[in-house]
């Protein structure tokens, strides 16, 4: 199961198939676009197809290129992004567009340059427990302990490092 959006002739990006996207997850889910192979008479098969994406809290502005899957589906194209970008690191809802581009040579051979941009498409990314406004203090000291003797070899290997440099 994945994530799926559906391109349509408007440019439109429609959730066909939503699914739980936690924050952090890493390729575990799945998004798909699936696009019609034919765009007012143009192969869609041939373009490169780039995904670019906003955060929704830190507002960083992000590319990813998206692999054409061979197999496709159905009568559609389908493009895979596997979640091992930043793309759910952080909760809300993430905005994205796709640009499909595509360069070549005309039949005088002439370069040609193709541009398809898509309207803006959401991904809603829920967050995951903030554990540390649970957990009481009483549990909070063996942690505390692990995190200073984790300090402490760090200091250590600081140490050792410069006397032998």
Known sequence: ??????????NCLVAS??????????????IHFLV???????DMS?????????????????????V??????HDYLKFVVPFDCNL???????????????????ADGK????VRKTKVGKLHVTPVAAWSD?????????LDQRIIKTQAQINELGYYAQILN
């Not at 041939?46 to 906003?54: C, D, G, P, S, V």
């Open 1 to 10: 199961m994945a994530y799926t959006f559906l391109l349509e002739s408007d």
């Open 17 to 30: 198939r939503r699914e739980v996207i936690m924050q952090r997850s890493k390729l575990v889910d799945e």
């Open 36 to 42: 019609n192979p034919q765009y007012k008479e143009e």
């Open 46 to 66: 041939i373009f490169n197809a780039m995904l670019e994406y906003i955060l929704p809290i830190s507002k960083e502005y992000h590319t990813l290129e998206l």
């Open 68 to 73: 054409q899957d061979q197999d496709g589906y």
């Open 88 to 106: 759910s690191s952080e909760a809300g809802d993430v905005q994205f567009q796709i640009t499909f581009t595509f360069v070549g040579l005309d």
């Open 111 to 114: 370069c040609v340059q193709k």
């Open 134 to 142: 649970i957990v009481p203090d009483s549990a909070l000291s063996s």
